[in-house]
């Protein structure tokens, strides 16, 4: 039973509009990125195989849908997250000072049952604007605060260069796997109508 | 409800111009807004609360209790001096009154464990595996965001105060061992009668005169005896109103329709291997569906504000038609059509208009006639109502409890393992509907009487001491909550208003008022199209792919 309800992994990726939580997802799943923003429509969650330690996974990633915009992400959202991943915009100061407050939205409404040891991970992203020279953000700055927050692992990230990506996601792979809930929440018999992308998801925290 | 005091201050909402406003994210709102968005309407669904579902919301411990006995009132509105509309300031009304709730032990623990539960503002409901609120959730895509577990167990509560299986399926009637022999021959020959009427390649059917007739007469005609009658009626078909009583029954059912309940009921039982009975019932609660719906209207492109109260509409001076909203934000923003939650309404009659002002569709729309009323408790309580079982749903048919008892009592317990309550708790609700809040009360107190204990105030621990004894223990109420809702049906009019949660047990009737509502308003577009999923989304098989996760 352990190891079958770890197959699946749920990841959802907070910030604010325009960070580029899309465009990561697009590009860790797809290697694609688009140029032209346009606020969050159509995207759903993404799922990708992942390899660990000879296991194969799955990983979902829930984007946002645009209802963070007004801070309207409701609790079914957060349920049953292995892992949260915190992007902000290197340039954008206002992006940086908000990461506080998703990661207390996180801890509010997934309620995870260690919230000191829930794994997060943080993203820099679009360090490629301008060359790195209209950043507002250093990465010192960035990882002082990680390192504030119980040493969240942090990266910095270009979507649209693809780089760093890769190695973001693993991290937060291997960070979603190891967020073992201490309270044993498996439902078994759980009945899906559709079948659909779901199966065998985990129940990583209560809320 | 969150926590969270210090929220980021909301940009404007931009754009302006909307198809379509809808205010409240009770579960027809959302239905109306994931098909709306579906075929490619521009949507703001806004919310006053900090939560999705409105009436039909979740809520933990301590959420659900503020909820009930301190409705928001709405922020005072903003006035503005210069505007070329007419500003009619909207009332909130509550849907809920007459809360009653009552602590008879462990409060710290309940407090303490807030979080954990789940409770269902318009319980109890559940869905039929084979109903038509599965097929709707296929069609719109919500199905990929929910999970559901079956009900384990149906019951029927027999006068003499036992609870009696509900004989759903050919080997059910076998094994109960309630029924007389003669009894199962009765049940086994009316359900091989109705199978045939069923089954298009048998000749043998049911009359059509028969059809038209009361169902309580066709099973008089087919000698039926009054325990099943009862268990076809109220715990299969799941009428309201004592079928038997001329002068009170207002649903007095109908052969055909008594069949089509005793049909949906039979192909929900084993549609679903690992569901047991013929129910379902979501993991995290019922407020789990809107935000599914509103999560499928999101990903098509609506955009959703919590927390933001409507103050306001803005009515055309001259024509006297809707324009649009003010938000508590002080925005103007507009739309073609707007719906209501039904929870507001505008002061009658109008005191600011101006004096030209044609305002007799707006005093009509205001003047919405409620349907009725629904009498709705909760009981959390220590252990399960029987023994092994965790998950269930109760019926006690009229006359069960006391003569006087005109209507059905439906209840369901629902236990941790659907994630609503915290370990070693289970949730009771009850439901009837009624006249009075007082005639609605009584039915609930008698119904959880009959089942559970509850504790005399300041009696506490003798009364647990007394039943510690006894071998057969009567679960103890820790906390119980009794209120009133009234009863609305969506409504197309000059503004639209949506549905509050029903008498019913399960979803149909609402799912068909929302179709009607959307169907109304946009008469030209398809109800949930079939899309064709684009590579990003994920696969989300053929509708009748019905895998499970066992």
């Not at chain 2, 399960?506 to 064709?532: G, H, I, S, W």
Request: include cysteine; aromatic fraction near 10%; glycine fraction near 6%.
């Amino acid at each position: 039973m352990a190891s079958r309800r770890r197959m699946l992994l749920k990841v959802i990726i907070l910030g604010d509009s325009g960070v580029g939580k899309t465009s990561l997802m697009n590009q860790y799943v797809n290697r694609k990125f688009s140029n032209q923003y346009k606020a969050t429509i159509g995207a759903d969650f993404l799922t990708k195989e992942v390899q660990f330690e000879d296991r194969l996974f799955t990983l979902q990633i829930w984007d946002t849908a645009g209802q963070e915009r007004f801070q309207s992400l409701g609790v079914a959202f957060y349920r049953g997250a292995d892992c949260c991943v915190l992007v902000y915009d290197v340039n954008v100061m206002k992006s940086f000072d908000n990461l506080n407050h998703w990661r207390e939205e996180f801890l509010i409404q997934a309620s995870p049952s260690d919230p000191e040891n829930f794994p997060f991970v943080v993203l820099g992203n679009k360090i490629d604007v301008d060359g790195g020279n209209s950043r507002v953000i250093s990465e010192k700055k960035a990882k002082a605060w990680c390192a504030s927050k119980g040493n969240i692992p942090y990266f910095e990230t270009s979507a649209k260069e693809g780089f760093n990506v890769e190695a973001a996601f693993q991290c937060i792979a291997k960070n979603a796997l190891k967020n073992e809930p201490e309270e044993e929440m498996y439902l078994p018999d759980t009945i899906e109508v559709g079948g659909g992308g779901r199966q065998q998801r985990s129940t990583g925290c209560e809320c | 409800m969150s926590e969270s005091q210090d929220l980021l201050s909301y940009p404007p909402i931009d754009p302006v111009n909307f198809d379509l406003i809808i205010v409240g994210t009770g579960l027809s709102e959302s239905i109306v807004a994931a098909a709306a968005s579906a075929a490619g309407k521009t949507i703001l669904h806004l919310d006053p609360n900090s939560f999705y579902g409105s009436h039909f919301a979740s809520l933990s411990f301590l959420d659900f209790t503020s909820y009930l006995t301190s409705p928001n009132p709405l922020p005072a509105a903003v006035t503005t001096t210069d505007s070329e509309d007419v500003v009619v300031d909207l009332l909130h009304q509550p849907i809920c009154s007459d809360a009653e709730i009552s602590c008879y032990d462990e409060y710290s623990f309940l407090c303490e464990n807030s979080r954990k539960f789940n409770i269902d503002l318009g319980g109890p409901r559940a869905l039929f595996s084979a109903d038509r609120t599965v097929d709707l959730l296929l069609k719109s895509g919500a199905a990929q965001y929910l999970e559901f577990k079956g009900i384990d167990e149906s019951f029927v509560y027999e006068p003499n105060g036992g609870l009696a299986n509900v004989p759903d399926s050919r080997g059910a009637i076998f094994r109960d061992k309630k029924l007389s022999l003669k009894e199962k021959n009765q049940l086994m020959r009316f359900f091989k009668l109705v199978q045939q009427h069923l089954d298009d390649t048998q000749e043998e059917k049911i009359s059509e005169e028969d059809m038209e007739i009361p169902f309580v007469s066709f099973l008089e005609k087919m000698k039926l005896p009054p325990k099943i009658k009862s268990i076809l009626l109220y715990a299969i078909a799941l009428v309201d109103y004592d079928q038997d009583s001329n002068e009170v029954c207002k649903d007095l059912l109908k052969t055909k329709d008594g069949i089509d309940c005793l049909a949906q009921y039979s192909s929900s039982v084993g549609r679903f291997p690992n569901a047991p009975g013929a129910l379902l019932y979501p993991i995290y609660g019922e407020g789990e569906l809107p935000q599914a719906f509103c999560r499928r209207a999101a990903v098509k492109g609506c955009i959703y504000v919590l927390r933001m109260p409507v103050v306001s509409l803005l009515m055309d001076k001259a024509t006297g038609l809707y324009k649009g909203v003010r938000l508590a934000s002080g925005q103007d923003l507009y739309s073609q059509q707007l719906i209501l939650d039904p929870s507001f309404t505008i002061p009658s009659p109008l005191s600011l208009s101006p004096r030209d002002f044609p305002c007799e569709r707006l005093q009509m729309w205001s003047q919405r006639d409620i349907k009725g009323m629904v009498a709705r408790g909760i009981c959390i309580t220590r252990s399960s109502i029987k023994p092994a079982v965790t998950n269930c749903s109760v019926v006690y048919p009229p006359r069960s409890l006391y003569p006087e008892q005109m209507t059905s009592i439906k209840s369901l317990q629902i236990g941790p393992n659907l994630a609503v309550c915290p370990e070693g708790t289970f949730i009771l609700y009850f439901s009837t509907l009624c006249n009075n809040a007082d005639e609605g009360k009584n039915l609930l107190k008698a119904a959880m009487n009959a089942l559970l204990t509850l504790p005399v105030s300041g009696n506490t621990e003798s009364v647990s001491s007394v039943q510690s004894d006894s071998e057969d223990t009567k679960p103890i109420v820790l906390w119980s909550a009794l209120y009133i809702q009234k009863l609305i049906v969506s409504n197309f009019e000059l503004i639209s208003s949506s549905s509050t949660p029903d008498g019913n047990l399960n979803y149909n009737d609402l799912l068909d008022a929302a179709e009607k509502l959307f169907r109304q308003m946009f008469p030209n577009e398809e109800f949930f199209p079939k899309v064709t999923t684009s590579p990003e989304e994920p696969t989300d098989e053929d509708d009748n792919g019905l895998t499970l996760d066992s």
